[in-house]
């Protein structure tokens, strides 16, 4: 993945990246011993690259820490579901607890780190990403507002353009925000982005320049010189 | 004053038209299928659903909302890909619909219980789900008001209880169950086993008899993998 021709340049890959590409990367990122929760779709996708050395405890919502991969065959147990709805199965070490207190972990800032896909993510961090506000739409919100406000960490995982070209990084959501400034890092196809006070700085790029990417996201980005 | 009750049937005679029912589960896992089976049979109508979800598929809450017993679901996730029960009510203009942040709807059925009154929290500051309500700047951050939800009767599902009313529930399984317990006037249990007084280890009691007023014995109940099949 790495074919870092320039020290200076930002660019760390000289395509963009596919999805378990992503994921590989952002499971890199996740500092050992951590607790997280993915969130449904593509986030998913990232423990296929957690390694037994960084010990990462998944929460999901609906009740359980210690969440093992999805279950199959004779593993099947009803009783035993992710926040998707998935059967999945327990590691040794996992725990079980009501919907207050599962969501006391979140709303209480115990989770280090959420992952999520968005629709749109604003330069000061806003993230919608649970409704387009379409009319005759249903909405659904689940615990998208909760994770979105009570991580330590909110990263946002998806493609960087939409699938009429564009940018999902915006100046500010025209889909119904989950929550305000609560996006700390977008990791994208074209490159990972972080966002803080100073605004959006780009750590990495794949497959394009800073300067080509800026002609793509209509807020101004800078380049950081340090990894995120 | 706890029942031990023999039917499903029995187990939810009394409840009223009109009556806020809180139904335990996540999708199907803790559902009462049984308990909301005999719920539609006994003509109960009028209700304000408490659950997570809508309904799924054509059993348990989606039935209850296909005939029309529900004037009101307060949820956070009522659309799915087979909710069609509850969509097609919806767009119909034949059900109404309070959409709760997850957390939110735990917390309020939390609050209820335990006798809060209400609470701030950074849950949904900003989108269009806390409009109208009041908010605080409060430990560094924005903070929406939100207040606690009653019910009159919970209908939940556990593992087992013991002659006190004690109740264990299984896996995932546990979700709403504990909160809404403590959250309804009254609380009516389904469980795959009853056991003696004394048969459930006292440190490791998830709901303590205080909140339930009926339990019945449904076979099986405590495993969802057929229906969840």
Same mark, same amino acid.
């Given at each position: 993945?790495?074919?870092?021709?320039?020290?200076?340049?930002?660019?760390?890959?000289?395509?963009?990246? !596919?999805?378990?590409?992503?994921?590989?990367?952002?499971?890199?990122?996740?500092?050992?011993?951590?607790?997280?929760?993915?969130?449904?779709?593509?986030?998913?996708?990232?423990?296929?690259?957690?390694?037994?050395?960084?010990?990462?405890? /998944?929460?999901?919502?609906?009740?359980? #820490?210690?969440?093992?991969?999805?279950?199959?065959?004779?593993?099947?147990?009803?009783?035993?579901?992710?926040?998707?709805?998935?059967?999945?199965?327990?590691?040794?070490?996992?725990?079980?607890?009501?919907?207050?207190?599962?969501?006391?972990?979140?709303?209480?800032?115990?989770?280090?780190?959420?992952?999520?896909?968005?629709?749109?993510?604003?330069?000061?961090?806003?993230?919608?990403?649970?409704?387009? !506000?379409?009319?005759?739409?249903?909405?659904?919100?689940?615990?998208?507002?909760?994770?979105?406000?009570?991580?330590?960490?909110?990263?946002?995982?998806?493609?960087?353009?939409?699938?009429? !070209?564009?940018?999902?990084?915006?100046?500010?959501?025209?889909?119904?925000?989950?929550?305000? !400034?609560?996006?700390?890092?977008?990791?994208?196809?074209?490159?990972? =982005?972080?966002?803080?006070?100073?605004?959006?700085?780009?750590?990495?790029? =794949?497959?394009?320049? #800073?300067?080509? /990417?800026?002609?793509?996201?209509?807020?101004?980005?800078?380049?950081?010189?340090?990894?995120? | 004053?706890?029942?031990?009750?023999?039917?499903?049937?029995?187990?939810?005679?009394?409840?009223?038209?009109?009556?806020?029912?809180?139904?335990?589960?996540?999708?199907?896992?803790?559902?009462?299928?049984?308990?909301?089976?005999?719920?539609?049979?006994?003509?109960?109508?009028?209700?304000?659903?408490?659950?997570?979800?809508?309904?799924?598929?054509?059993?348990?809450?989606?039935?209850?909302?296909?005939?029309?017993?529900?004037?009101?679901?307060?949820?956070?996730?009522?659309?799915?890909?087979?909710?069609?029960?509850?969509?097609?009510?919806?767009?119909?203009?034949?059900?109404?619909?309070?959409?709760?942040?997850?957390?939110?709807?735990?917390?309020?059925?939390?609050?209820?219980?335990?006798?809060?009154?209400?609470?701030?929290?950074?849950?949904?500051?900003?989108?269009?789900?806390?409009?109208?309500?009041?908010?605080?700047?409060?430990?560094?951050?924005?903070?929406?008001?939100?207040?606690?939800?009653?019910?009159?009767?919970?209908?939940?599902?556990?593992?087992?209880?013991?002659?006190?009313?004690?109740?264990?529930?299984?896996?995932?399984?546990?979700?709403?169950?504990?909160?809404?317990?403590?959250?309804?006037?009254?609380?009516?249990?389904?469980?795959?086993?009853?056991?003696?007084?004394?048969?459930?280890?006292?440190?490791?009691?998830?709901?303590?008899?205080?909140?339930?007023?009926?339990?019945?014995?449904?076979?099986?109940?405590?495993?969802?993998?057929?229906?969840?099949?």
């Amino acid at each position: 993945m790495s074919v870092q021709s320039n020290e200076k340049s930002l660019q760390t890959s000289a395509a963009p990246l !596919g999805r378990d590409d992503l994921a590989k990367l952002v499971a890199r990122d996740i500092a050992p011993g951590s607790f997280v929760n993915l969130g449904i779709g593509q986030p998913t996708l990232v423990s296929n690259y957690l390694t037994e050395e960084q010990n990462i405890t /998944l929460h999901t919502e609906n009740g359980m #820490l210690g969440m093992g991969p999805e279950a199959k065959g004779d593993q099947i147990d009803g009783d035993l579901i992710n926040a998707g709805k998935i059967p999945v199965t327990e590691l040794p070490g996992a725990s079980y607890f009501h919907h207050a207190d599962s969501f006391a972990i979140m709303r209480g800032g115990h989770l280090d780190i959420c992952v999520l896909g968005a629709f749109q993510v604003s330069a000061t961090g806003d993230l919608a990403n649970w409704h387009t !506000g379409a009319p005759g739409a249903i909405p659904a919100v689940g615990g998208a507002m909760d994770l979105a406000t009570g991580a330590k960490d909110v990263f946002v995982m998806m493609t960087l353009l939409t699938r009429e !070209g564009a940018s999902k990084i915006v100046d500010a959501c025209t889909y119904p925000i989950t929550g305000v !400034g609560c996006v700390t890092r977008v990791y994208t196809d074209k490159a990972v =982005f972080l966002i803080g006070p100073d605004g959006v700085t780009v750590r990495e790029t =794949f497959g394009c320049t #800073l300067e080509e /990417l800026q002609d793509l996201v209509p807020v101004p980005l800078k380049a950081t010189p340090a990894a995120g | 004053m706890l029942n031990f009750v023999d039917s499903v049937q029995d187990a939810v005679a009394g409840i009223k038209d009109g009556s806020t029912v809180m139904i335990g589960g996540f999708g199907n896992a803790g559902q009462p299928f049984e308990l909301i089976d005999a719920l539609l049979e006994c003509g109960a109508t009028d209700l304000t659903v408490v659950n997570n979800n809508a309904g799924q598929g054509d059993q348990g809450l989606a039935l209850l909302i296909k005939e029309g017993r529900v004037k009101k679901m307060i949820c956070s996730f009522p659309r799915q890909s087979d909710s069609w029960h509850f969509d097609a009510k919806y767009k119909a203009g034949q059900i109404e619909l309070e959409l709760v942040p997850q957390g939110n709807l735990a917390e309020r059925i939390r609050a209820a219980g335990a006798g809060i009154g209400g609470f701030f929290t950074p849950t949904g500051y900003g989108t269009m789900l806390a409009e109208g309500k009041e908010t605080r700047f409060l430990d560094g951050k924005w903070q929406v008001f939100e207040t606690p939800i009653h019910a009159d009767v919970a209908l939940i599902k556990a593992l087992k209880a013991d002659g006190k009313g004690n109740l264990v529930y299984r896996k995932t399984a546990r979700n709403f169950g504990p909160i809404m317990a403590a959250a309804a006037n009254h609380t009516i249990v389904q469980v795959s086993d009853i056991v003696p007084t004394g048969g459930l280890d006292p440190e490791n009691i998830v709901t303590p008899g205080i909140y339930v007023n009926s339990i019945v014995k449904v076979a099986g109940s405590g495993n969802t993998a057929e229906k969840a099949a």
